[in-house]
């Protein structure tokens, strides 16, 4: 996939490429809205816009007042 020139899209490959890759875990909170927007140099809403289509990817849950957190991955089944 070619890199996506929105910002809030690179965040949320970044993370989701960290989730893959086992950085953080089912059950352990990603990085923050605060941290994320700093580190890649956005707006607070940019870098929560990455979280909230993760979270609409099922990628995350949002727990009010504790952040994001990796979902535990589907079960596959036949």
Same mark, same amino acid.
């Given at each position: 996939?070619? @890199? @996506?020139?929105?910002?809030?899209m690179q965040i949320a490959a970044f993370v989701r ?14 990085? *923050?809205?605060?941290?994320? %927007? ?15 289509l993760l979270e609409s990817e099922g990628l995350l849950?949002?727990? #009010? ?6 979902? %535990? #991955?589907?079960? *596959?089944? *036949?």
């Amino acid at each position: 996939m070619p @890199d @996506d020139p929105r910002r809030y899209m690179q965040i949320a490959a970044f993370v989701r490429q960290g989730v893959t890759e086992g950085r953080w875990t089912p059950g352990e909170p990603v990085p *923050s809205i605060t941290t994320l %927007s700093q580190q890649f140099e956005v707006n607070r809403r940019t870098a929560a816009k990455a979280l909230t289509l993760l979270e609409s990817e099922g990628l995350l849950t949002r727990i #009010p007042g504790l952040g994001y957190y990796v979902n %535990s #991955p589907a079960p *596959s089944g *036949s």
